[in-house]
């Protein structure tokens, strides 16, 4: 293994890693030689996310438990029992969140503050919790989870939307005031990725028939190729690399008028 990708002795705390994308950063992450701690709400979900990861992984090399990114006691527990099983955290991956499709008029303030409290203050709230530590180390990666959504309109995912966007400017903050202490902080935005949080929004839908009209690609993404970002981006090859969003969308963005067609949507012959 290159050591520019090498994360060996490296200690990784990832929130929402018992599933989807943070799930696959947690594998990704064991294979780069780190070790990691999972958090996840539902403490079922958590054990068994770290026995699958444990099958291939050195003993003692993935832990986890119940982690409620929302609330102060959960957060600081959690990152204190991390600290105390390797040691040292080197790496925050900040994958939690939730997800609400409605039409706005019918998105209650509530719903939207829930969001928000999810993706951003959960954030926010792992990001300072680990900080002291990273501080005192001179070196850390934060990564934070942002969307296709930070930079493009979802109809009817305005919580969502709202939130993923203020991701980027908590990431340019952090990145910006916390780089004289040696941390890192960056920002990946997936494309379109089907997983149990938007599963049902995507796959064999009039939503995602067109989404994969307008990738270049012509498909949808996986969580495993989100992984690779999250090893680029901890690792020393990223060593100059702070306060960047990096999109994983297989050219969504990119996307205006081109020749490259899903094909239900190729022209006859």
């Known amino acids: 293994m290159s050591d520019r990708f090498n994360l060996t002795g490296q200690a990784a705390l990832i929130t929402g890693g018992a599933?989807?994308?943070?799930?696959?950063?947690?594998?990704?992450?064991?294979?780069?030689?780190?070790?990691?701690?999972?958090?996840?709400?539902?403490?079922?979900?958590?054990?068994t996310a770290v026995a699958e990861l444990g099958e291939s992984a050195s003993e003692?090399?993935?832990?986890?438990?119940?982690?409620?990114?929302?609330?102060?006691?959960?957060v600081e527990e959690t990152t204190a029992k991390a600290l105390e099983s390797f040691g040292r955290i080197d790496i925050l991956v900040n994958s939690a969140g939730i997800i609400i499709k409605k039409p706005t008029e019918e998105l209650t303030l509530e719903e939207f503050n829930t969001v928000h409290e999810s993706h951003v203050t959960g954030t926010l709230?792992?990001?300072k919790a680990v900080a002291t530590a990273m501080k005192e180390q001179g070196?850390?990666?934060i990564i934070n989870i942002?969307?296709?959504?930070s930079f493009v309109?979802?109809?009817?995912?305005?919580?969502?939307?709202?939130?993923k966007s203020a991701i980027l400017g908590l990431t340019r903050s952090l990145a910006n005031e916390w780089a004289k202490h040696g941390i890192r902080t960056n920002a990946i935005a997936p494309g379109f990725i089907p997983t149990d949080l938007n599963r049902k929004f995507l796959e064999g839908t009039e939503r995602g028939r067109r989404i994969i009209e307008n990738t270049p690609m012509e498909r949808f993404g996986t969580a495993e190729e989100i992984s690779g970002a999250a090893v680029f981006l901890s690792s020393p090859a990223a060593s100059f690399v702070n306060g960047h969003t990096l999109v994983v969308d297989g050219g969504y963005l990119a996307c205006g008028i081109g020749d490259s067609y899903a094909p239900w949507a190729r022209p006859d012959e």
């Open 19 to 47: 599933s989807g994308i943070g799930k696959a950063i947690a594998q990704a992450f064991l294979e780069a030689g780190a070790r990691v701690w999972i958090g996840s709400r539902t403490a079922e979900k958590v054990e």
């Open 60 to 74: 003692g090399a993935v832990l986890g438990q119940s982690l409620d990114v929302t609330d102060d006691g959960s």
């Open 125 to 127: 709230r792992c990001c």
């Open 139 to 141: 070196s850390g990666s």
């Open 146 to 149: 942002a969307s296709i959504s």
């Open 153 to 163: 309109d979802l109809v009817e995912v305005t919580a969502y939307a709202a939130a």
